[in-house]
Nanobody
Framework: EVQVVESGGGLVQAGGSLRLSCAVS????????IGWFRRVPGKEREREGI??????????YNPDSVKGRFTISSDSAKNMVYLQMNNLVTDETAVYYC?????????????????WGRGTQVNVYS
């Protein structure tokens, strides 16, 4: 059984940092792309990842909105993926989801990801 479990969410002041963790089990970690997505209050989950990494070749993707502030990393020894988020803004209050896909696609469309965690809440206050 594939399991994807996020952790590390919480309350942070605007301008602050938070590191999210994603534990993946039940699949061949090195064969998968892992992505982070978010759903802000009152909206649907975003259709493109905010940060993705291919465990096959290490390539990463970050949209312009988070480039330079968010960094994704992967630890294949632990089957863990991390999202370091710096300089957070209040509009980034959301539930953050981790997901796994067996293919890489530019801009990380959510419909490519078949395995999802339940999410972790991030609250950014001013």
């Amino acid at each position: 059984e594939v399991q994807v479990v996020e952790s590390g969410g919480g309350l942070v002041q605007a301008g602050g940092s938070l590191r999210l963790s994603c534990a993946v089990s039940g699949l061949i970690f090195e064969d998968y792309t892992i992505g982070w997505f978010r759903r802000v209050p009152g909206k649907e989950r975003e259709r493109e990842g905010i940060s993705c990494i291919s465990n096959v070749d290490g390539r990463t993707y970050n949209p312009d909105s988070v480039k330079g502030r968010f960094t994704i990393s992967s630890d294949s020894a632990k089957n863990m993926v991390y999202l370091q988020m710096n300089n957070l803004v209040t509009d980034e209050t959301a539930v953050y989801y981790c997901a796994a896909a067996d293919v890489w696609s530019k801009r990380c469309p959510s419909n490519y990801f078949g395995f999802w965690g339940r999410g972790t809440q991030v609250n950014v206050y001013s």
